[in-house]
């Protein structure tokens, strides 16, 4: 099976992970901060704060803007579960706003919408690997006073009118997962100009403990203070050596997954029964995934014999996302039968992820372009 998506590990990540298990520090030590810094040069942020993986860098994210129960988080339906269930672990009420039908990111019209007195901030999600609506987005988190976060869980790598991803909101949030553009095996980092904000993090990926080791043996003291309920969300230093080394193949990953998807592009430009997803002007694309929109003319059940046809010729197609709210532990607070987002909800019966990563081969590329065009074409002709 060709997978949608898989990780790209060499021997210079193998030999940075070995390094340091031959060092003396196995979690939270030097590399940690090495990694930090060097996301940070990376997407010219001021500070960084690596977490165990992007969920617990979107809990301490809303935590460190102090994001608490009554608070109201605007966020799109089109996203892994993780985005909302951060706004719930802080006690707040995640609010889902509609996407664009052509791209599946947040639509800023529809934000605009759903701002009430309680709203405390926005996430957008770079769907896909796209970044989101930002200059649209900023000018009205900033008329209402309230928090841009960016889920950038896809997109590092990706840049709006030449900025890159992780410095297109107050807090950007990337993961190390395996599938997404570098990884560390799993982690997170979040991404801010804001020294307090960065502290607040530091402290409550620790416990909310005040000092961590290395501030202790500074000041030749065993003394610290719990000053606030935190975690342990720490990203250990073999995870960073890989990270750190993945980081340096960050380009040849994002030219060729934009290699990839100009192949699909090319392949898929004569025919009539879907379309890739649309990118807007001023995107560099990190082509997390490569996502297809089937047209009309396919109901709900071509999709699913796509899907199963595909994948029994060897094309590990997917689908990213069902709305969040429809999992049935939202359906507690989400009226059975409402829906609420009716792009998303048309668009998720329309969907698939083709496979992408960057150690795909042009063979694999050829044969699953020939195998969607054969399959749609199939199915639509057969109907
Ligand atoms: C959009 C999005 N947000 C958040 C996450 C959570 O990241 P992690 O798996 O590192 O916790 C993911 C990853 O699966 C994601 O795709």
Known sequence: MIPYAKQSIDESDIEAVCEVLRSEFLTTGPVVSLFERAVARRVAMPHAVAFSSGTAALHAALVAIGIGPGDEVIVPPITFVATANAVIYCGATPVFADVDPNTLLLDPQKVQ???????????AVDYAGQPANYPAL??????????LLADACHSLGAALNETPAGALADLSIFSFHPVKPITAGEGGMVMTGNPLYAERMMRFRNHGIDKDHSQRAALESWEYDMVELGYNYRLTDIQSALGLSQLKRLDEFTRRRGEIANRYLD???????????????????????????LHDAFEQQHRLALYRRLRSVGVGVNVHYRPVYNNRYYQTSVEPGDVLCPVAE??????????????????????????????????????
């Open 113 to 123: 919408q759903k701002i009430t007195s309680a709203t405390r901030a926005v996430i």
């Open 138 to 147: 900023r000018a009205i988190t900033d008329q209402h006073d309230l928090v």
């Open 267 to 293: 392949g898929f430009s004569a025919q009539a029964g879907f379309s890739p997803l649309a990118v807007r002007a001023g995107v560099k694309h990190a082509y997390h995934l490569f996502v297809i929109k």
């Open 346 to 383: 048309q668009s998720y019966q329309r969907i698939l992820s083709l496979p992408i990563y960057p150690s795909m081969v042009d063979a694999d590329i050829q044969f699953v372009i020939d195998q969607v065009l054969m399959a749609t074409d199939e199915i639509l002709t057969v109907d």
